[in-house]
């Protein structure tokens, strides 16, 4: 069941990205990310295990911008919380490495 929520969720991201003009960069093909490049900051510092306090100490934010731009990744990629999104991100290549 898990498995076939995870593929959904991936076919629903996918989709939402050709609506609105907008590839998912799973290559490194010159398509547009689908995150501004705060929410990729934001996304790839909780994806190393750092919590909202410290990224937003480490991008000189509040942690309450910190939470809204992880909401607006949640809602992009059609998951319920921060969790999951790190891991489709993940598993899709969407979280950017060099991203501080």
């Not at 398509?31 to 990224?55: D, G, H, M, R």
Request: glycine share 6%; net charge positive.
């Amino acid at each position: 069941m898990v498995l076939l929520d995870i593929t959904e969720q991936m076919h629903n991201l996918m989709m939402s990205g050709a609506k609105s003009n907008s590839t998912v960069n799973i290559n490194a093909g010159g398509t547009k990310p689908i995150f501004t490049p705060k929410e990729n900051k934001v996304l790839y510092w909780v994806s190393q295990e750092k919590t909202y306090a410290e990224v937003a100490l480490m991008l000189g934010i509040s942690v309450r911008t910190v939470k809204f731009h992880m909401s607006n990744v949640t809602k992009k990629m059609g998951v319920k919380n921060a969790r999951s999104a790190i891991k489709i991100g993940m598993d899709l290549n969407l979280i950017i490495n060099d991203a501080y």
